[in-house]
């Protein structure tokens, strides 16, 4: 069954990025000159998603108004003709990714939960979760790539890294065999790990394709780790009865719920931009020349 739609969990209240975000959504700080959560939708769509479903939470709503029209914003750019045609451009294709629709998640109680809030939109179809923290740039987008893997093996699919031990911690530890490539099987996996149940350094960084009795399964969790409803554990289940498939995907990815992350991103994107990329490596060289 073709992919055809995505959820992508946004409620967390960004508190390891505050005071930026007291007022401003952490999906909404600029990489370069788009939000965060712009990017993570642009990988959907890039991957044949038609149907994206934004999971959001009080206060959020300029989120919803970054994706509809803007009426006025459009008028004064058609003003202004040729010399604002790109902008205006730029404005009509963000309304335009993909049927965008949003749902609050009214009380905060972790992933799994969030991810629950999805049902009725998602129905009887395996589906892709991208996480609103994390975004990957890549020429293949990493969406896609769970997708391939997933119409190939007809399991589950979780893009996968390896990280440091200090970090697999504060992440998921997945027990991995290799099947092909960069492709492997995965039978067992726990949340936030102790130190003596790390089962290997691969960790679930951000994306997944899910089929639908994840729902099931996520409806008779008990609570988990800090006791959320914890999406790894339902996970956990799929893999230990089926089978998992962890796909090392190609991409760098940025933590956006990370101080270091976000700069991180705005530098190395900011490299590659075609508008001002040039300029601001000699701004870089110039600067690095003072540390």
Do not use: W
């Not at 505050?18 to 712009?38: G, N, R, Y």
């Not at 995965?186 to 899910?210: H, T």
């Not at 089978?243 to 995907?249: A, K, M, N, P």
């Amino acid at each position: 069954m073709k992919i055809r739609k995505a959820v992508i969990p946004a409620a967390g209240l960004g508190t390891r990025v505050l005071p930026a975000t007291k007022v401003m959504p952490k999906e909404m700080l600029t990489i370069a000159d788009k939000p965060a959560i712009q990017y993570i939708v642009e990988e959907a769509a890039k991957s044949g998603i038609e149907d994206i479903l934004i999971i959001l939470s009080r206060g959020k709503s300029i989120v919803e108004d970054h994706f509809d029209r803007s009426p006025e914003l459009e008028a004064q750019l058609i003003k202004g003709g040729d010399a604002k045609k790109a902008y205006l451009d730029e404005v009509l294709k963000v309304s335009d990714l993909a049927n965008i629709t949003f749902i609050r998640q009214q009380e905060m109680k972790g992933l799994g939960h969030a991810v629950l809030q999805a049902k009725s939109f998602v129905g009887n179809e395996p589906f892709a979760v991208l996480y609103g923290d994390d975004v990957i740039i890549g020429d293949d987008p990493c969406c896609g790539q769970l997708i391939r893997a997933y119409d190939e093996y007809g399991l589950g699919c979780v893009g996968i890294k390896e990280v440091t031990p200090e970090q697999i911690l504060k992440y998921s530890s997945m027990k991995t065999a290799p099947l092909k490539d960069n492709l492997y099987m995965i039978d067992d996996m726990i949340e936030k790990p102790a130190p003596d149940q790390i089962l290997s350094l691969y960790s679930i960084l951000g994306r997944c394709v899910l089929p639908p009795e994840i729902f099931d399964i996520l409806q008779s969790l008990p609570p988990g780790a800090g006791g959320e409803i914890q999406l790894t554990d339902a996970m956990k289940v799929l893999a230990r009865r089926d089978g998992i498939v962890g796909v090392d995907f190609t991409g760098k990815r940025y933590d956006m719920g990370n101080k270091l992350g976000i700069l991180q991103a705005n530098v190395e994107v900011g490299l590659n931009h075609p508008e001002y990329g040039e300029e601001f490596r000699k701004y870089l060289k110039e600067i690095a020349c003072t540390l």
